[in-house]
């Protein structure tokens, strides 16, 4: 019992501590992209790991957050926070349009429509004219203000989106542990058995759909309010296979995954973006997605449940033979 | 009437699996299908609750038309039902299988469910205690934090059971509850539907056990292939030479 608070207290604790303890700004703007992505990878665990759909077009419900804000904060002149609540609501409207006639068909027509509509909105990024910039994007996005607070540094900012990774955590954890979080487990377990008991599959898969794709958006809008302008280039296909990917590498349907996922990955590529020059000197940066590409299949033969499952298993079985050891 | 099946058809292919049967159900009482395999049994519930739709029929239940429902929609209608191949939900705990049982009973729907209202708990710890006394009068309350899946075979049957009475409906359909059940464990089953019907619970029971269905049932349906060949209490049925003929004959005849 004490673990399930000191745990998360100290990982708290410790993230909190990070600025304080390094003066690297290169470290702490690698945590803010990590913590943004952990937003849009807890989000798109939710609609996988529960809800049974995948999707591919995650990237695009991010971008829609990012230009919402963009063009809302430049052309509109709207206070940031009003900006980034308009973030959450386009994606969540636009994946409640998606999402209710794909959702009533089975299997992977979720996934076909998403990855249809992320390729669309991409080229609407680019081709957007005045509206979204074109390929270079919209620039001059204001720091986030939220009441006499400027988010101007990235220290400030770490904490915004600290804060934001925490409300998103414990939003998740209720929903997890009510009648919801139960309805989506079962069914994950039997959907005839979840219908017969009076569980709306389609509809709450819509709604795990619908959350995921909020999440998304405050992300995307986090985003823009951090690095001040957008273009399309961090929206593409490209980046929604990453989302899925750190979603499935950190562990589907637990709490700790997408941070673990997400934090593996970026790091990961950090990492690889410096050594792989070091190995082979003229390597593009295709090099990395080969590697991640290697890194994922060894993974699913090996541990398909992800590595924060692994880590609870291991963690229990030590606490196991501690007990039996005691008695 | 409380249930009201009438002319039901479903074709598979071209073979007529449920060819024209009706039948009502009262309240309060036990309504027994009886017929070989591939008689249209498991399908007349799958029909019944929509989980898949007639080709032609009625059905009715309370004096509501169940046409054009989705299967969630026939559970808060008031019928649930079990499954045959045991569709519990294995990875959860026997208690959460329950609580999910309970799912109609609940009010906190997916946004509410974010923030963890007071509200939300209140309802949440009600609903929990009513699972813990439904299992306790089941026999599984010493196993509520075990997975289902753990579970001894008969006790999963239990389950099943529990789940589908959780939310309080006006007619379970259960599918072959004794199936897997050694005699000891059949004769408990029995003994606890009669006092489920006792106390005005409205039952249907498929079952192959004869031993069970003649102890248990008030009426019973006789079906071959798809037709319904007899109806009436289980002396009328033990005697009907066409039941016999059809069912009883080919398997262990009951004395």
Do not use: C
Request: aromatic share 8%; glycine share 12%.
């Amino acid at each position: 019992m004490m673990r399930r608070i000191v745990v998360p207290a100290a990982a708290l604790a410790l993230f909190a501590a990070v600025p304080l303890l390094t003066g690297s700004g290169y470290l702490l703007g690698i945590l803010i992209v990590t913590g943004i992505y952990t937003i849009v990878v807890t989000g798109l665990g939710i609609l996988m790991g529960y809800a049974g759909q995948i999707s591919l077009g995650h990237a695009a419900f991010f971008g829609l957050g990012g230009y919402a804000v963009a063009i809302l904060t430049t052309s509109f002149r709207w206070p940031a926070p009003a900006a980034l609540v308009a973030a959450l609501v386009l994606p969540g409207i636009v994946a409640a349009v998606i999402g209710r006639p794909t959702l009533k068909l089975k299997e992977l027509f979720l996934a076909m429509a998403t990855l249809a509509f992320g390729i669309l909105v991409h080229i609407f990024f680019n081709e957007g004219g005045k509206i979204t910039g074109g390929p270079s994007g919209l620039s001059g996005v204001p720091y986030f203000k939220l009441g006499g607070l400027v988010f101007d540094r990235d220290t400030e900012f770490y904490y915004l989106v600290l804060a934001a990774v925490l409300l998103v955590f414990l939003a998740v954890k209720n929903l997890i542990d009510s009648r919801t979080g139960r309805a989506l487990k079962a069914v994950r377990e039997s959907e005839h058995a979840a219908e017969a008991s009076g569980i709306d599959t389609a509809g709450l898969k819509l709604r795990a759909f619908v959350f995921s794709a909020v999440l998304a958006g405050l992300a995307g809008g986090l985003y823009a309010f951090y690095v001040t302008f957008v273009n399309p280039s961090p929206f593409s296909f490209h980046t929604s296979v990453q989302f899925v990917l750190m979603a499935v590498i950190g562990g589907l349907g637990t709490l700790w995954g997408p941070l673990l996922g997400t934090g593996v990955v970026v790091f990961l590529g950090e990492f690889l973006r410096w050594a792989v020059p070091l190995v082979i000197p003229d390597a593009g940066g295709e090099y990395q997605i080969i590697f991640f590409g290697m890194i994922l299949v060894v993974l699913m033969v090996f541990r398909p449940e992800g590595l924060s499952r692994m880590i609870e298993m291991i963690r229990k079985g030590s606490v196991r033979e501690g007990e039996s050891s005691a008695s | 009437m409380l249930l009201e099946v009438e002319g039901l058809v479903k074709y598979f292919g071209g073979v007529a699996a449920v060819d024209g049967v009706s039948f009502g159900v009262r309240k309060g009482e036990i309504y027994a299908l009886i017929g070989p395999n591939g008689a249209g049994k498991t399908t007349i519930f799958n029909l019944i609750t929509r989980m898949i739709e007639p080709d032609r029929g009625t059905v009715t239940f309370a004096g509501r038309s169940l046409a054009g429902l989705k299967p969630h929609q026939v559970a808060a209608a008031g019928i649930t039902r079990t499954f045959q191949n045991l569709q519990l939900f294995g990875g959860m705990s026997v208690l959460e299988n329950v609580m999910t049982g309970a799912y109609l009973k609940g009010r906190t729907g997916f946004w509410e469910s974010l923030a963890r209202l007071p509200r939300s708990v209140a309802e949440e710890k009600k609903i929990r205690e009513e699972s813990m006394r439904l299992l306790t009068v089941l026999g599984l309350a010493g196993a509520a934090g075990m997975p289902a899946s753990a579970l001894p075979f008969g006790q999963q049957r239990l389950l099943e059971i529990a789940r589908a009475l959780a939310s309080g409906p006006g007619l379970v359909l259960l599918d072959e509850p004794a199936a897997g059940l050694n005699s000891v464990e059949a004769k408990a089953l029995a003994g606890f539907l009669k006092k489920l019907r006792d106390q005005g619970k409205s039952m249907i029971l498929v079952e192959h056990d004869m031993e069970t269905v003649m102890e248990v049932a008030d009426r019973i349906l006789v079906l071959n292939f798809g037709v319904a060949i007899a109806e009436g209490t289980p002396a009328e049925i033990q005697s009907d030479p066409e039941v016999i003929k059809a069912y009883l004959g080919e398997d262990d005849r009951v004395a």
